[in-house]
């Protein structure tokens, strides 16, 4: 089984490294630097979900797409476009209608941090706050009953942000299940890689349920 990990924003393919280490023989992991598929682009949401497009199209056979924040409303929308192709999804921290307020409040604070700030982020201060914007519209709600895919909703305990947002996918998504992570904040793959491990590789194995 091919599992495609894709991080938030401010992490890059190393961030899947410890989750990675809990599969063994049977699953090919693929942990993908997002901030790189858009080198010479202007970054955007836009843009960058069109090269998950293209980077998908690579494959032939379906694969398991897992997707932390930013990286998680990239696999819902290429699930609910695309669900032939997707065995599986897992949404972590993945709101499925933008936080509009929060992220305008998030910009401000990016245009006060130091450009140092960002440099482990992959992108640039502008870029950033341009990407931030790019996807202040987005909103799945209407698109949520083309899911047919086996999909798992993973909210940390701790993520008081998401975790509403999180039982409310999980309720709108037809037969999906959910994981909450304890101990665990937004950053579940950092806090507790190993446990989500352990919840992926159960999921994905079991095809009869979670």
């Known amino acids: 089984m091919k599992i495609i990990f894709l991080h938030g924003l401010g992490q890059d393919g190393t961030s899947w490294e410890r989750t990675a280490a809990a599969f063994g023989d049977g699953f090919e992991v693929l942990c993908p630097n997002l901030a790189d598929w858009l080198s010479g682009k202007t970054v955007c949401y836009e843009n960058l979900y069109r090269a998950l497009e293209e980077y998908c199209e690579l494959f032939d056979e379906p694969f398991c797409l897992c997707g932390l924040s930013l990286g998680g409303v990239l696999a819902l929308q290429y699930g609910i476009a695309h669900g032939g192709r997707v065995s599986a999804l897992v949404l972590i921290g993945t709101p499925y209608v933008m936080p509009k307020r929060l992220l305008q409040v ?24 341009r990407l931030s914007k790019s996807m202040m519209c987005l909103d799945f709600r209407a698109d949520l009953q083309k899911l047919t895919c086996r999909t798992l909703v993973v909210c940390g305990e701790k993520d008081r942000a998401n975790r509403r947002a999180a039982s409310e996918l999980q309720e709108r998504i037809s037969g999906a299940q959910i994981a909450v992570i304890p101990q665990a904040g937004h950053e579940v793959n950092r806090e507790r890689p190993e446990l989500l491990g352990e919840v992926l590789r159960t999921f994905l194995g079991n095809k009869g349920g979670f």
Do not use: D
């Open 106 to 129: 998030q910009n401000v604070l990016f245009r006060v941090m130091p450009n140092a700030a960002f440099r482990g982020m992959g992108f640039g201060k502008a870029e950033v706050i």
